[in-house]
T-cell receptor
Framework: DAKTTQPTSMDCAEGRAANLPCNHS???????VYWYRQIHSQGPQYIIH???NNETNEMASLIITEDRKSSTLILPHATLRDTAVYYC???????????FGQGTTLQVKP | GAVVSQHPSWVICKSGTSVKIECRSL??????MFWYRQFPKQSLMLMAT?????????EQGVEKDKFLINHASLTLSTLTVTSAHPEDSSFYIC???????????FGSGTRLTVV
């Protein structure tokens, strides 16, 4: 399974867009990019996923580079409740395993 | 849709006893369920992959005789921590999947404290 690299932590001002980068340079053609977040002492929450194209839903947007080696999760208007650890995960279509890295701790500040 | 219920949310048990944790997919049939363990200030660590009707596949370093996993139906998987010891105290989380690309839904987790 492809590994991902994320910054350890980021800050964002409330109301501003939060852009969380992820590097997955060894991604294969059948591997999806998934984003989850975990708020303290809760189970991870699904945010968004993509294969090749950019995706948008009610929570966020996912921008995947053309070579698929990196992606960016965008929270358009961050709120204090978006403070969490964000995980970028690449999932193999073969194994289907969801392997977590260390993630990015996003702190949204007033 | 895609709700996963995990029970109990917390449990305290005495050293040497066994504890069972249930994971149910409420509104979908889960072809695969995963069990994770998370220690404070650390990321989730995959323990095992559970497929309905077959034996679980354990990750390297996870004792299969200590962490018994049963996936008897498409909506229920259980994790039993046998002969629990204080070092087994952790946050245990399950996840269920209908298969890619539908993604994975997580339970709310179980805080196990062994005293």
């Amino acid at each position: 399974d492809a590994k991902t690299t994320q910054p350890t932590s980021m800050d964002c001002a409330e109301g501003r867009a939060a852009n969380l980068p992820c590097n997955h340079s060894t991604i294969s053609g059948n591997e999806y990019v998934y984003w989850y977040r975990q708020i303290h002492s809760q189970g991870p929450q699904y945010i968004i996923h993509g294969l090749k194209n950019n995706e948008t839903n009610e929570m966020a947007s996912l921008i995947i580079t053309e070579d698929r080696k990196s992606s960016t999760l965008i929270l358009p208007h961050a709120t204090l409740r978006d403070t969490a650890v964000y995980y970028c995960i690449v999932i193999s279509g073969n194994t289907g395993k969801l392997i977590f890295g260390q993630g990015t701790t996003l702190q949204v500040k007033p | 849709g895609a709700v996963v219920s995990q029970h109990p949310s917390w449990v305290i048990c005495k050293s040497g006893t066994s504890v069972k944790i249930e994971c149910r997919s409420l509104d979908f049939q889960a072809t695969t369920m995963f069990w994770y363990r998370q220690f404070p200030k650390q990321s989730l660590m995959l323990m095992a992959t559970s497929n309905e009707g077959s034996k679980a596949t354990y990750e390297q370093g996870v004792e299969k005789d200590k962490f018994l996993i049963n996936h008897a139906s498409l909506t229920l998987s259980t994790l039993t921590v046998t002969s629990a010891h204080p070092e087994d105290s952790s946050f245990y989380i399950c996840s269920a999947s209908r298969g890619l690309p539908y993604g994975y839904t997580f339970g709310s987790g179980t805080r196990l404290t062994v005293v």
